[in-house]
């Protein structure tokens, strides 16, 4: 059965433990293509999860983030 996640900040622990997870991934269409891309949302709206996912995207070269398939 999949985890709801509560509290997980870390994208690739969400993946890891197979968790629901509301693909964003347009986000890293919008950051390539502006400037400059100011994020605001309430508490706990995913800020910290969607700068991870960036982090792991962009470090996707690394061998431990073979499991990212974009």
Do not use: H, W
């Not at 197979?18 to 949302?41: G, H, P, W």
């Not at 690394?62 to 398939?69: M, P, Q, R, S, V």
């Amino acid at each position: 059965m999949k985890l709801i996640p509560t509290g997980i900040e870390n994208f690739k622990e969400m993946i890891d433990k197979n968790a629901y997870y509301v693909d964003k991934t347009n986000l890293i269409i919008d950051v390539l293509n502006e400037q400059v891309v100011f994020c605001t949302r309430p508490r706990r709206f995913g800020k910290t999860l969607n700068m991870s996912m960036l982090y792991y995207f962009f470090s996707i070269k690394e061998k431990d983030n073979a499991y990212l398939i974009i």
